[in-house]
């Protein structure tokens, strides 16, 4: 799959301009245009976590084939995955500990 194509098709689907996906991803518009316009130029991991939240989506709805079965990740979800990520390795644990106690009780 290319990715490029895959941003171009959801792009559409959400009746976004390059502009707008650009604002709402954080990223100028200039790179994204730069990713058509050059054959040869990938967005980066980071600049494809940005176009994921601009498109409000996950990483893995990004690299999924629209036509494969899948159970899409409901916006809650979604949300607590982004704060995760923001999160350093013991905040992490502190919150794993805090789950695991209250699925005890």
């Known amino acids: ?8 098709e959801l792009m559409k689907e959400r009746g976004l301009s390059i502009y ?12 994204i245009a730069n990713w058509y316009s050059e054959r040869k130029y990938m967005p980066s991991i980071e600049a494809l976590e940005k ?3 601009g ?6 709805e990004l690299f999924c084939d629209k036509d494969s079965e899948w159970l ?4 809650e979800k979604r949300e607590l995955f982004f704060k995760w990520d923001k999160l350093d390795a013991d905040e992490r644990e502190l919150i ?3 789950i695991d106690k209250l699925i005890e009780k």
């Open 1 to 8: 799959m290319d990715v490029k194509v895959r941003i171009k």
């Open 20 to 31: 707008a996906l650009a604002v709402k991803s954080d990223l100028s518009q200039a790179c």
């Open 51 to 53: 176009i994921c939240v």
């Open 55 to 60: 498109l409000g989506i996950s990483m893995a």
């Open 72 to 75: 899409p990740v409901k916006e």
């Open 96 to 98: 794993m500990r805090t």
